[in-house]
């Protein structure tokens, strides 16, 4: 099980000027693919088609048109972006297509924004929240 929390920090928590020596690199690859994750998430209609997926196992075009009160074009345009870039699948039963999400794909996205390792909890700094990645569901 995967948990997000946030929390306010203190103000020991905030970085300093001499935590800079032990900051970790980004790779240019990775750096653009979550560009384009971001991109891709920077979308209210993307967003919602998410949370509702990760509510339900499965839902159809239809079932998603009306939940977020839109065409079936403008719905479809924004699964099939979601299905290119590999977040959801689609399993077509008859004259509907069914989507669902692609967990291992989900927490490769997780892993690459909260870092590599498979050490536990992670922590990134929003603001003056402290947002923290545990598997267990425990807070971190």
Known sequence: MVTLTTQPMSTEQH???S??????TLADETAKELV???KLLADETRLRILHYL??????NVRTLCKM??????????????LRVAGIIECRRDGK????HLVPKRCQGYLDTVFGTGGEFPRKVRVEDSLLT?????QAG
Not at 68 to 81: G, I, K, R, T
């Open 15 to 17: 970085p300093s000027a």
């Open 19 to 24: 935590d800079n020596g032990s900051a970790k």
């Open 36 to 38: 384009q994750l971001f």
């Open 54 to 59: 990760m509510q339900q196992e499965e839902l």
């Open 68 to 81: 977020l009160d839109q065409s079936q074009p403008a719905v479809s345009h924004h699964l099939a972006l």
């Open 96 to 99: 509907h297509n069914f989507y």
């Open 133 to 137: 990645y545990t598997r267990d569901g």
